[in-house]
């Protein structure tokens, strides 16, 4: 089974707008983590927002946003006031404990956002 | 501050070369991660490394490809004899302790074409 699925494979935004970008993951670990990336099209790739799954609140920086639904298992990455410069590969990532000694990430196939002038 | 340094940012060769990637962790960070992007197999992690020890490497592909970390502030990673196939950008990443909510930051790459 896939630990992370992003169903969206592409996605179309106009400028301006508010984007969701979907996460779901699987896990039986009662402690994880959930990461977002972003990769231009210049290829690197930028962190940008992380959650703990005992963490009560959902994360924020900036214009990101992570709506966290621990019983859903969804970790969807939401994007205020989506500008150009949004447009990018969105990946979602996630860490397990029981990996404790090889806490290595599991990303997801990513979103393609392509934000409409 | 210095983020992750990979080199080179490009490499073309020819099939049966050999091919050495470089890359500088931040300094400090304790865990080096490589990784290998594709557009059939996606982002996949290739080798682990905690304190310059590996910790994981059934990612790695074959026996052609090899990883090391001989210190805290330099890794590599080779691939001998180069393939076709081994086409990709090959990131590294390295992060402070390897934890569950230790955020990983990544190089900018190498692309590597094998003809």
């Known amino acids: 089974a896939q630990k992370i699925t992003q169903t969206q494979p592409g996605m179309f935004v106009q400028e301006k707008e508010a984007v969701t970008l979907d996460c779901t993951y699987d896990?039986?670990?009662?402690?994880?983590?959930l990461f977002w990336y972003k990769q231009p099209s210049s290829g690197e790739m930028i962190f940008l927002i992380y959650?703990?799954?005992?963490?009560?609140q959902n994360a924020t920086e900036g214009r990101y946003s992570l709506n966290f639904q621990k019983a859903r298992k969804s970790a969807n990455l939401v994007i205020s006031a989506s500008q150009l410069g949004d447009s990018a590969m969105y990946f979602c990532?996630?860490?397990?404990?029981?990996?404790?000694?090889?806490?290595?990430?599991?990303f997801g196939t990513g979103t393609r956002l392509t934000i409409i002038p | 501050d210095a983020g992750v340094i990979q080199s080179p940012r490009h490499e073309v060769t020819e099939m049966g070369q050999e091919v050495t990637l470089r890359c500088k962790p931040i300094?400090?960070?304790?865990?080096l991660f490589w990784y290998r992007q594709t557009m059939m197999r996606g982002l996949e992690l290739l080798i682990y490394?905690?304190?310059?020890?590996?910790?994981?490497d059934s990612g790695m592909p074959e026996d052609r490809f090899s990883a090391k970390m001989p210190n805290a502030s330099f890794s590599t990673l080779k691939i001998q004899p180069s393939e076709p196939r081994d086409s990709a950008v090959y990131f590294c990443?390295?992060?402070?302790?390897?934890?569950?909510?230790?955020?990983?930051?990544f190089g900018p790459g190498t692309r590597l074409t094998v003809l």
């Open positions: 990443a390295s992060s402070l302790t390897g934890g569950i909510s230790d955020t990983q930051y």
């Open positions: 490394f905690n304190n310059n020890v590996p910790i994981d």
């Open positions: 990532a996630m860490r397990e404990s029981f990996n404790f000694g090889n806490e290595k990430l599991t």
């Open positions: 300094s400090g960070h304790n865990s």
């Open positions: 896990t039986s670990d009662p402690s994880y983590g």
């Open positions: 959650q703990g799954s005992y963490d009560q």
